[in-house]
């Protein structure tokens, strides 16, 4: 379940052991080079990423720019906004999803200094803790619904009506794994489920004006925050990964890659769906009822 953002993109397998002193949790580009030859090219067009200057939006917004996108990093934290785009030769502007006249703007200036924009990522968003609703703040609740759902729609109603005008565009939320299950995240799960309802809706709203509108379920990616939380003891590991089909956690880069799919010519008949890149969760958990999901096959004796 996506609860958090993350950094970017690097080549090898997952990390294994999260609490090995030994090991370095710093952020590496696991997006190869030799990935810009893709068929998946993005080459000029003006990408968005809201929320992208951290997390799963950075890591869209990586890469979205090594395949030839021209991105706009759209963040309430400038500093470090500025520092993605310039890493990737892309656009720092600050927005706060949840204010209609900050998204507005934020819409207004790429369209005249970038260009009409093609793509759009709402990746912008907020978590909460695990607690029972007796002891959840009325104030949590409500920004968490107000930068999860209400920012997601305000960046929708924005860069989504001048796509329709346009003829032409292509928008992905980012959704979770929470807002298709039970969880006891009572304002975050429901705020993800409403912007899953929401994407379809938008589909089926701008489909005739050439407007494509999906949506990404993360699972439990590997973000920033959600390894300090592991280092801090606040999530097991291991109970995570035993969660999943796959028996592991997804990287920020698999969700950017989803995205990456449906925002292409690859994905051109495909709108109004919701897209789980969550590791098997969602498929793993009944199998707990009967003990578990079964352990990997013993591997062929190769020598034999």
């Known amino acids: 379940m996506?609860?958090?953002?993350?950094?970017?993109?690097?080549p090898g397998k997952q990390e294994e052991h999260l609490n090995d002193p030994t090991m370095s949790h710093e952020p590496k580009n696991r997006v190869r080079e030799d990935e810009s030859e893709m068929i998946l090219s993005f080459q000029d067009q003006v990408v968005v990423v809201t929320g992208g200057a951290s997390g799963i939006g950075e890591a869209c917004a990586r890469l979205f720019a090594i395949r030839g996108a021209r991105v706009v990093v759209a963040d309430r934290r400038e500093v470090r906004a500025a520092e993605v785009a310039s890493d990737i030769g892309g656009v720092a502007?600050?927005?706060?999803?949840?204010?209609?006249?900050s998204v507005e703007t934020l819409a207004t200036r790429v369209e005249a200094e970038v260009g009409p924009?093609?793509?759009?990522?709402?990746?912008?968003?907020?978590?909460?803790?695990?607690?029972?609703p007796e002891n959840l703040p009325l104030e949590?609740?409500?920004?968490?619904?107000?930068?999860?759902?209400?920012?997601?729609?305000?960046?929708?109603?924005?860069?989504?009506s001048r796509m329709a005008r346009r003829g032409r565009g292509s928008i992905i939320t980012i959704a979770s794994i929470t807002g298709m299950r039970s969880?006891?995240?009572?304002?975050?799960?429901?705020?993800?489920?409403?912007?899953?309802?929401?994407?379809?809706?938008?589909a089926a709203e701008w489909g005739r004006s050439g407007v494509r509108v999906n949506t990404v379920s993360p699972g439990y990616t590997l973000t920033p925050l959600l390894r300090r939380a592991i280092e801090q003891g606040l999530r097991d590991p291991a109970i995570l990964a035993e969660n999943s089909a796959l028996g592991r956690m997804v990287e920020p880069d698999e969700i950017a890659r989803a995205v990456a799919f449906l925002a292409s010519a690859e994905a051109s008949a495909i709108t109004g769906v919701n897209l789980p890149v969550d590791a098997g969760w969602l498929t793993a958990g009944p199998w707990h009822t009967y003990g578990g999901v079964r352990p990997a096959r013993p591997p062929e004796n190769s020598g034999a």
Do not use: M, W
Request: net charge negative; charged share 15%.
């Open 2 to 10: 996506v609860l958090f953002s993350a950094y970017s993109i690097v």
């Open 93 to 101: 502007v600050a927005v706060d999803v949840a204010r209609n006249e």
């Open 117 to 132: 924009t093609d793509i759009l990522v709402t990746s912008a968003g907020i978590s909460q803790n695990p607690v029972p």
């Open 140 to 160: 949590t609740y409500d920004r968490v619904v107000e930068i999860d759902l209400r920012g997601t729609y305000l960046s929708c109603l924005a860069f989504g």
């Open 183 to 202: 969880t006891p995240l009572h304002s975050y799960g429901p705020a993800k489920a409403a912007v899953i309802n929401l994407t379809a809706g938008l």
